[in-house]
């Protein structure tokens, strides 16, 4: 069964704009972990932003904000005033356990 | 800084050719992962250990091995292999915790068969 939902393959924004990731995710376990990881034409994986399942607050990192919907399991990344920079694959991933599902990605393209 | 280190960054080898491929951490973390990535796919798990328990998929292929000889080194081991093979593998690692496991990625291998 599918974890993780990625449902937008390829996204553009222009640049200081910002932008939304959608991210749904399934799990009937009460303690999880959500993440934003942004992976460059390099191949490096970088970790960007957590959510906690318990957590009440949206997570926020510098122009990385999380947003939590937990009835609607969603845990969607908005990122603020893009920059060209930002044009990479972003994965959305959910730790439980000693598992780690990872979602589709999707492809951000920032224009200039 | 605690990091998580993959050697080399760019390996080619030869159809049939054994591959190692690397993976070191300072973090001291437990549990570190093998995953396969190919071109505009998301990373697919090949194995994981658990300390010194290995797990594997179900569906990594017998031609993927591992070796973890102690908590700061591991090892992706291809006997053979194939022009299907070629991807970036990255390795990963993470603390166990009762609430999840953040992982922690190195720069990963590009791996390139001839």
């Known amino acids: 069964a599918q974890k993780i939902t990625q449902t937008q393959p390829g996204m553009f924004v222009q640049e200081k704009e910002a932008v939304t990731l959608d991210c749904t995710y399934d799990t009937s376990d009460p303690s999880y972990g959500l993440f934003w990881y942004k992976q460059p034409s390099s191949g490096e994986m970088i970790f960007l932003i957590y959510?906690?399942?318990?957590?009440?607050q949206n997570a926020t990192e510098g122009r990385y904000s999380l947003n939590f919907q937990k009835a609607r399991k969603s845990a969607n990344l908005v990122i603020s005033a893009s920059q060209l920079g930002d044009s990479a694959m972003y994965f959305c991933?959910?730790?439980?356990?000693?598992?780690?599902?990872f979602g589709t990605g999707t492809s951000l393209t920032v224009i200039p | 800084d605690a990091m998580v280190i993959q050697n080399p960054r760019y390996q080619v080898t030869q159809f049939g050719k054994p591959v190692t491929l690397s993976c070191s951490q300072t973090l001291n973390h437990n549990v570190m992962y093998w995953y396969q990535q190919k071109s505009s796919q998301a990373p697919k798990l090949l194995f994981h250990?658990?300390?010194?328990?290995?797990?594997n998929e179900a569906d990594t292929p017998d031609n993927f091995q591992s070796r973890r000889p102690n908590t700061s080194f591991c090892f992706l081991d291809i006997r053979s292999p194939g022009l299907g093979d070629a991807a970036m593998y990255l390795c990963?690692?993470?603390?166990?915790?009762?609430?999840?496991?953040?992982?922690?990625f190195g720069p990963g291998t590009r791996l390139t068969v001839l």
């Open positions: 959510q906690g399942s318990y957590d009440q």
């Open positions: 250990y658990y300390d010194k328990d290995f797990n």
């Open positions: 991933a959910m730790g439980t356990g000693n598992q780690f599902y």
């Open positions: 990963a690692t993470s603390r166990e915790t009762p609430d999840y496991n953040e992982q922690f």
